[in-house]
């Protein structure tokens, strides 16, 4: 085993370990949520922002659209290799801590 430290127990390369389900279901409907009240939320925030910063309907729109733009293009490549790297779980987790920052 390449690269393991002294003491540490690794899965030899290619095996494979049971999902827990409970665990997996329950980070999923957490995510999901949580993504689901940031993404709903941000379009009813857009007209508090547009009122404070004196935006006008285009300028709300280019910012709504670069934002919706930045998810679409980065989320599914950056999901495909993580998961494939690191598993769904600690993906799912990561996942939603970083956009929760």
Same mark, same amino acid.
């Given at each position: 085993m /390449?690269?393991?430290?002294?003491? &540490?127990v690794?899965?030899?390369l290619?095996?494979?370990? !049971?999902?827990s389900? !409970? ?5 999923f ?5 949580l993504?689901?009240?940031?993404r &709903?939320n941000f379009s009813?925030?857009m007209?508090a922002?547009?009122k404070?910063?004196?935006w ?8 709504l659209s670069? &934002? /919706?733009?930045?998810?679409? /293009?980065?989320?599914?490549r950056?999901?495909?290799s &993580?998961t494939?790297r690191?598993g769904?779980? /600690?993906t ?7 956009w929760?920052?």
């Amino acid at each position: 085993m /390449r690269g393991s430290a002294i003491g &540490s127990v690794a899965a030899p390369l290619g095996a494979t370990q !049971p999902i827990s389900w !409970p665990v997996f279901t329950t980070v999923f409907l957490f995510g999901s949520v949580l993504l689901w009240a940031d993404r &709903s939320n941000f379009s009813i925030a857009m007209a508090a922002w547009a009122k404070e910063y004196d935006w006008n309907p285009s300028a709300s729109g280019l910012m709504l659209s670069g &934002s /919706r733009r930045d998810t679409s /293009r980065c989320g599914p490549r950056a999901a495909g290799s &993580s998961t494939d790297r690191c598993g769904p779980l /600690r993906t799912v987790c990561g996942t939603m801590a970083g956009w929760s920052l």
